[in-house]
């Protein structure tokens, strides 16, 4: 008798990188969680069959930031518009910066998106706590109760602790209780009021600029502070070709830093934002054309170690502004998968490597077991047509947010199906 | 998505005017000898001509002018324009809903053109793109990007002063960083073929890659105004001393202050202009801003003339582009 709880995923080409695993075979799930893979357990009926034939099954994609607006910002967004987003870019695990309102820097509000994200059952929503109280940068937060709440790190998002002092008392008291801080690295006295790389465009167009220096002065105190505190740093959406260059330094001397980046600092530079296309502005600014290859060859190398949406959905009135008047960010959840695919087309990164860094690759950073298809893990894939070519137009994007520079792009890669703890949240309608 | 060419209609002719970037030789050319020949009205008896009659010009100026507002006006009313200002407030109005929506009301009284000047670099853009299809804007200041009228009228002074461009050196003198009126004049003296643009300035008063802007940099004002034919001298905003980009006024006219003495460095009819208004004794000594080399009021009767042409090419291009 055919159970409805099991779910056979035939003959697709399953690429694990954490199980450096890439071959034609079947998937066979019950249970929530995956039972076998190649061979068919006895006694295993499946109630639905998957055919993957000509597609790419891999695990659910991990993305280390994407904010999802709730609570306080429903009017750009929710948990609910954002995670149906998420499940249909192949994303099953989504970590979400504190800066809501209020902001998640006690267990309550922590309890409250996870519990909210639970009763949408799209994805798993995994909040990162705030590093210090209301993100001030004076007083720590109570970071072993926001761990015990859900909490995977401890972050001061976008507003960067200027006090020393107060970092150092941040990552040595994270450290204590082994919680892993995520450091936005950005000296904000630097950063002033700008809104664009310093580079030619912005002397050109007038743009108040902010420095590579604002980035790269605060990766060097960072990881001198990590070196000091023994704490793990993970450094969130880097800019900056010299600041790859010296986080390969601190981790080629062993220190415990890491980082990701935001997948449209791979595709667009500086260049993109004549013409003052406001969709363009994002935060880090987008930098030169020797940056962005740096972010490429880093991503490569592994010393970059995740690729991530860094989805900020808005309204349209956030980018309806002069360019520095505007809100900064892109809606990216539905872009994510095959803007990484385009890495591979142009010869950055083999596949493989492409989705380590959407799925293991993120999960090792987060000490978090997911991004993987073990046999007994919790069944999240990701199915694709890898050969799908796709438009990318506000009718086609699920996500609150049509806030996206890469409208009108043809893309390749195209998500099928979405299983998040063995049921499909998405499914793509012929 | 970005589109440099959103002030040019199908035919090339001027729609809107935001920047010199991205237009040409001709066009800019073209602009000086409208203006030329609309010298001459100011001159007469009756200071009108009727070729925007029936046209309602308004000035929306979310910062604070009094000379350009005044030009700008002058210039539409010698066209025989109708023209509404509107100053606002942008400490209360500093979100871009506000200026969409303000935008909006002011099309709905059928209004043909905006004169817009803004905090923010790009403002202007915005406003040309958010705009009915029947509408011209003319950028008077857009943050620190462009004040193209300006430098245009700076190139109508030097022109009537030295004639061509080629073999011409001239020096922009001061905070280029923060400029519009410098951006905008170094890519019309780039484009009108002026053989040699100077930059001179602390390097805290320069934006970081200005040279890929096509101009020599120095930071010795006698090293750079050494052999100029025009000396544009900016004026310097006591902000900057707040910001620590320099120590002092004091210490600012001491190596970068025109004097009299200083400005024999350059070539004896060397002329001296400033987009005004000047700080005496901080960047210009009296006696050089009030001399015989001195262009700086000639500026601001030129400006209405240049503006009048602006006005009339943006207007005329919409006449023949059909929009209506």
């Known amino acids: ?430 | 998505m970005s589109d440099q060419n959103i002030q040019l209609n199908e035919d090339g002719r001027l729609k809107h005017f935001l920047t010199i970037d991205g237009l040409n030789k001709t066009l800019l050319t073209e602009i000086l000898d409208t203006a030329e020949s609309f010298t001459g009205v100011s001159e007469r008896t009756v200071k009108k001509v009727p070729l925007l009659r029936g046209k309602v010009i308004c000035n929306l100026f979310f910062e604070n002018s009094t000379r350009t507002r005044t030009t700008f006006e002058v210039a539409a009313k010698r066209l025989s324009a109708d023209v509404l200002n509107l100053n606002i407030n942008t400490s209360a109005t500093a979100k871009g809903e506000t200026l969409l929506d303000t935008l909006r009301n002011l099309e709905a009284m059928h209004v043909d053109m905006f004169v817009v000047r803004h905090a923010d670099s790009g403002a202007a853009h915005f406003i040309a793109n958010h705009s009915a299809p029947h509408v011209s804007v003319i950028n008077a200041g857009d943050g620190r990007h462009s004040h193209p009228t300006q430098a245009m009228l700076d190139m109508f002074t030097i022109r009537r002063h030295k004639g061509e461009f080629t073999g011409l050196r001239v020096a922009i003198v001061g905070d280029i960083m923060h400029s519009r009126v410098a951006r905008s004049q170094i890519l019309a003296l780039n484009l009108l073929g002026t053989s040699e643009v100077r930059v001179i300035a602390p390097r805290t008063l320069l934006p970081a890659h200005v040279r890929t802007m096509g101009v020599h940099v120095y930071h010795d004002l006698m090293e750079g105004i050494k052999d100029v034919d025009v000396i544009i001298m900016l004026r310097l905003q006591k902000e900057r001393m707040r910001g620590a980009l320099l120590p002092s006024e004091h210490e600012y006219f001491q190596l970068f202050g025109l004097t009299q003495a200083r400005l024999a460095a350059a070539k004896p009819d060397a002329i001296v202009m400033h987009p005004g208004p000047i700080n005496r004794g901080v960047e210009i000594d009296s006696v050089v801003a009030d001399g015989p080399q001195s262009v700086i009021l000639q500026q601001v009767s030129f400006g209405i003339a240049v503006r009048m042409a602006i006005m009339s090419m943006t207007m005329g291009a919409q006449a023949q582009g059909g929009a209506r």
């Not at chain 1, 001061?156 to 204590?176: D, Q, S, V």
């Not at chain 1, 902010?210 to 505190?229: N, S």
């Not at chain 1, 999960?363 to 047509?385: E, Q, V």
């Open chain 1, 1 to 430: 008798m055919s159970n409805a709880r099991q779910i056979l995923i035939r003959n697709g080409r399953l690429i694990d990188p954490a199980n450096a695993i890439d071959t034609v075979t079947d998937i066979y799930i019950a249970d929530k969680r995956i039972l076998a893979i190649g061979e068919q357990p006895e006694g295993f009926v499946p109630g639905r069959v998957i055919d993957a034939t000509n597609k790419i099954v891999c695990p659910g994609l991990v993305d280390l930031s994407a904010r999802l607006r709730e609570p306080g910002l429903e009017h750009k967004a929710n948990i609910g518009s954002e995670t149906k987003a998420a499940a249909k870019g192949g994303i099953t695990t989504l970590c979400f910066p504190p800066d809501t309102d209020p902001v998640i820097d006690t267990p309550a509000v922590a309890t409250l998106v996870i519990r909210r994200a639970q009763r949408e059952r799209n994805a798993r929503v995994l909040p990162y706590g705030a590093m210090t109280q209301g993100l001030a940068g004076e007083q720590l937060s109570e970071m072993v109760a926001l761990k015990r709440a859900g909490c995977i790190a401890v972050t001061n998002a976008y507003m960067p602790i200027a006090n020393t002092l107060i970092e150092r008392r941040a990552l040595e008291y994270a450290a204590t209780f082994g919680i892993i801080a995520v450091l936005r690295p950005e000296d904000r006295h630097l950063r002033d009021n700008g809104c664009a790389h310093e580079g030619p465009v912005s002397s050109r167009l007038g743009l108040p600029a902010i420095p590579e220096a604002a980035e790269t002065v605060a990766v060097a105190r960072d990881i001198a502070l990590a070196e000091h505190t023994g704490c793990h740093v993970h450094f969130r959406s880097l800019s900056s070709g010299t600041a790859v260059r010296i986080l390969e330094q601190g981790q080629q001397n062993r220190l415990p830093v890491t980082a990701d980046v935001a997948v449209h600092q791979l595709h667009l530079t500086e260049m993109d934002i004549e013409g003052f296309d406001s969709n363009c502005h994002v935060q880090p600014p987008l930098r030169s054309l020797t940056d962005r290859d740096a972010l490429r060859s880093g991503l490569a190398k592994g010393v970059i170690g995740a690729i991530c949406s860094d989805h900020q959905p808005h309204e349209p009135d956030a980018k309806e502004a002069p360019f520095p008047a505007t809100e900064p960010g892109i809606s990216g959840l539905e872009t994510l998968l095959p803007l990484t695919l385009k890495l591979v087309d142009e010869g950055v990164m083999p596949l493989t490597t492409a989705i380590a860094r959407l799925t293991c690759g993120p999960a090792d950073i987060m000490g978090l077991p997911y991004g993987r298809l073990n046999t007994g893990a919790s069944a999240d894939i990701c199915i694709f047509d890898p050969d799908k070519h796709w438009i990318v137009t506000p009718q086609n994007l699920i996500s609150a947010g049509h806030n996206t520079p890469f409208l009108g792009w043809e893309l390749t890669g195209e998500v099928t199906h979405t299983l998040f703890e063995g049921n499909i949240v998405f499914e793509r309608k012929e």
